[in-house]
């Protein structure tokens, strides 16, 4: 038992013993390396001794020196086994997944979340001649790849995150990152492509309702279009990852495997009235605590340059209750002074628009700190900036919610379970993988720490010794007795193969939207809402009678409503749609994010009054005093929170309570509000069937202005150049910048002017791929 590691009972031998097995049955006992982690916390000088044949026993060629033993010697002969069958330095679990892809048509495999997968795949994407479609859950993974991926391959290797043949005279091959959702834009262009292999990361989204659906009708299309392409599923910590193959069967060239190898210890705490305990899960419970640390150890890791991740609720990130249940921590972060870092800081400052005033940002101050937030409803592009903060060592404490689950590589010394409610067995797993990551240091076994609440001890042995199985019947085989009416025609379409890939919508939504009269609607958008085919300004829009607007806004729910199976929005989705599309026409305009977050800030702090009360004290027509107290006596506007459409149980609240003073507003909330209104309102729930409408509309009068309307909403621009730029992958922050310095551009190349020679080395970095 660790106990008696801890009270120096038999040590050595309990080491060697560990190593005995790990030689006979493969690194995959974790309560062996809970030991290990112990030993070395509490002997290091014993472990020292025995480390390179540990790590040599364990596989970990890449972290071995030369060999001493005999032991060594045969581990060493292993590896030079594997780098001449791979041509690598290969664990045996990457070699093992290596060549099964090679040999296989179809492989799926589970493996821990430091088992080195990302090295793998670095190696099968950066050795192959051919095209490659990754698929992955989310789109802050998707990022992370592609960031990773640019840093190892060629300039002639286009790397996208949605599917496009573009760049085409100057590139070789092409890999496409993306989410389930994009899938069926391969489908258009497949045979421009010479796509010879598909990896379905994280493959476990195949247990969710309608996107596990997506996931699994995608697999069976790809197979049934590409039979010829290879199709790799990977998972964490998942017990039979042949269910994927069971569920689509793929029995011919295929196998699976269950990789369950070790490559870090875990120690785990309980924590309590500030007093924390040493505890083990693989024990019953009567053996269960080992020893009361009379220290505090998150402390005492962090003064020594450590890092702490508390996954935590993300009400008490918007609340600021983590302020002080972690203030004696967040009290130990002295402000950074590295220049890299501070730029990095300034640079997520301006992309939301922060400032040291009137829009002061917490998230901006703690960064200053070493301290960062990660959530989902954080603006994607300020979570790249601060995963990129992370991954640069600037980072103490990390504050994050789910969205650092899914597979995002940021790990820390510590991981702290603040919240564990509806915390399931495979989203644990993945979070305690966080903790005490492998590095390529020599002859070093590394461990990490999980500290979770005392009350939890108990539910958190139970579900970390629990197995996790998937389903191996698809979500699209399964019957469904009762779905909700909002996603019927998903699950219809998915179930049936029934959607249209060029409009992004089911058949039947198409069929809604055909046979509806919206001539005049559409009309009266384009009338109010384009002038000399440009969209209106702002301030014009505003400028509008009251009346008009209206009517602009109605016209819009009215598109959104035909294409659903019912014939109206209850009170809360209406607030919904009415808050979103001021922002869906500020996207239209081109506003920048940090415009639209000005924007909503001057409306909800009711800037304009403010302005009129200070215009008086100016005039001598009301005291400073008197006007303090009318500021004072303002109230936020009321926000409704944002809700993915439709969503018939939505009911109304506020994103900022009722009757809250101006004085008290948090800028940090209203640009995680205006992301998620522009994510999972905009972009994911309008912009598909409006855009399918202006496109009908066009089919049937040729009034160009309907495809000029199409283009500003789904691109925010109707300009064929930064059209051409957002295809190649370019965001409008580098757009700005980047139009002037193009000849020319289109499916072939861009063309640069020579004035890119003059830009400084961040934007020509940005640009240098396709140079």
């Not at 809970?34 to 472990?47: C, M, P, T």
């Not at 790809?222 to 199709?231: G, N, Q, S, W």
């Not at 640390?293 to 702490?308: A, M």
């Not at 979070?431 to 590095?439: H, K, N, Q, Y």
């Amino acid at each position: 038992m660790p106990k008696h590691i801890i009270e120096n009972q038999n040590v050595e031998q309990t080491l060697v013993n560990i190593i005995n097995t790990i030689h006979n049955n493969g690194p995959i006992d974790s309560a062996s390396f809970e030991k290990l982690a112990y030993i070395k916390i509490f002997h290091d000088d014993i472990l020292r001794k025995y480390e390179k044949k540990l790590l040599y026993a364990m596989g970990l060629f890449y972290k071995t020196t030369e060999p001493e033993s005999l032991l060594d010697e045969v581990y060493s002969i292993y590896e030079d086994v594997i780098r001449e069958e791979t041509g690598r330095t290969f664990t045996p679990v990457q070699a093992h997944a290596y060549l099964n892809i090679n040999e296989k048509k179809y492989f799926s495999f589970s493996a821990p979340t430091s088992a080195g997968k990302s090295y793998l795949f670095r190696e099968l994407i950066q050795n192959i001649d051919y095209d490659i479609v990754i698929v992955v859950p989310s789109r802050a993974l998707i990022a992370e790849y592609i960031d990773t991926i640019n840093e190892f391959v060629e300039n002639s290797v286009l790397v996208l995150p949605f599917i496009e043949n573009i760049n085409i005279s100057k590139i070789e091959r092409r890999i496409f990152v993306i989410t389930p959702e994009r899938g069926p834009e391969l489908f258009k262009n497949v045979g421009q492509f010479n796509i010879k292999l598909f990896l379905l990361d994280e493959a476990q989204i195949s247990e969710e309702n309608i996107r596990g659906m997506k996931f699994d009708a995608f697999v069976r299309r790809i197979d049934k279009v590409l039979p010829d392409a290879k199709k790799v599923f990977t998972h964490p910590f998942v017990n039979n990852p042949q269910a994927q193959l069971l569920k689509h069967h793929f029995t011919n060239n295929a196998d699976y495997r269950l990789y369950d190898q070790h490559s870090v210890g875990k120690v785990f705490l309980s924590h309590k009235n500030n007093d924390f305990k040493y505890f083990s899960p693989y024990y019953p419970e009567e053996n269960r605590y080992i020893k009361t640390l009379n220290t505090d150890i998150v402390k005492n890791i962090l003064e020594q340059g450590g890092t702490l991740l508390v996954y935590i609720a993300k009400n008490k990130i918007y609340d600021g209750r983590y302020l002080t249940d972690f203030a004696q921590y967040i009290e130990l972060c002295n402000k950074i002074t590295d220049p890299n870092a501070i730029r990095l800081i300034e640079k997520l400052k301006k992309f939301i628009g922060a400032n040291d005033t009137d829009k002061y940002s917490l998230l901006i101050n703690m960064m200053e700190k070493g301290i960062v937030i990660h959530h989902g409803s954080m603006p994607l592009h300020a979570r790249l900036i601060i995963e990129d903060f992370v991954r640069s060592n600037f980072v103490h404490i990390c504050f994050a919610t789910s969205t650092l689950i899914q597979g995002i590589n940021m790990p820390f010394d510590v991981v702290w379970i603040d919240n564990f409610r509806n915390l399931p067995t495979l989203s644990l797993k993945n979070l305690i993988g966080r903790a005490g990551r492998t590095t390529s240091t020599n002859s070093n076994f590394e461990y990490g720490y999980t500290i979770i609440k005392q009350e939890n001890v108990s539910t958190f042995c139970s579900r970390i010794n629990d197995d996790y199985f998937l389903n191996e019947v698809s979500k699209i085989d399964e019957e469904f007795s009762s779905i909700s009416d909002d996603v019927k025609d998903i699950v219809e379409a998915v179930k049936e193969g029934t959607f249209n890939d060029e409009l992004h919508l089911t058949n039947t939504q198409v069929e809604r939207l055909e046979g509806t009269s919206l001539e005049q609607d559409i009309s009266y958008i384009l009338e109010n809402l384009l002038h000399n085919n440009v969209p209106i300004t702002g301030r014009s829009y505003y400028e509008l009678d009251d009346e008009v607007r209206k009517k602009i806004k109605s016209s819009f729910q009215k598109i959104f409503v035909k294409h659903l199976r019912r014939t109206s929005l209850n009170r809360a989705e209406k607030a919904v749609l009415s808050t979103a599309i001021p922002i869906m026409l500020w996207h239209i305009q081109g506003k920048s994010f940090s415009e639209m977050v000005s924007l909503r800030h001057a409306f909800i702090t009711e800037k304009d009054q403010v302005r009129k009360i200070t215009a008086k004290v100016k005039l001598g027509e009301l005291s400073p005093l008197d006007a303090k107290k009318e500021i004072e006596s303002l109230k936020i506007r009321y926000s409704p929170i944002p809700s993915s459409l439709p969503n018939k149980d939505l009911r109304e609240a506020s994103i900022f309570p009722r009757n809250t003073s101006i004085s008290e507003f948090d800028y940090d909330t209203l640009v995680y509000d205006t992301y998620d209104y522009l994510d999972k309102v905009v972009s994911l729930s309008l912009v598909d069937p409006i855009c399918a409408a202006f496109q009908l509309y066009y089919n049937k009068t040729t009034d160009s202005r309907a495809l000029i309307m199409k283009n500003f909403i789904r691109y925010g621009t109707n300009d064929e150049i930064e059209i051409w730029l957002l295809r190649y992958g370019f965001g409008f922050e580098d757009i700005d910048w980047l139009k002037n310095h193009i000849d020319s551009i289109d499916e072939n190349e861009i063309v640069f002017k020579t004035s890119i020679n003059e830009l400084s080395e961040e934007r020509y970095d940005a640009i240098h791929r396709y140079v």
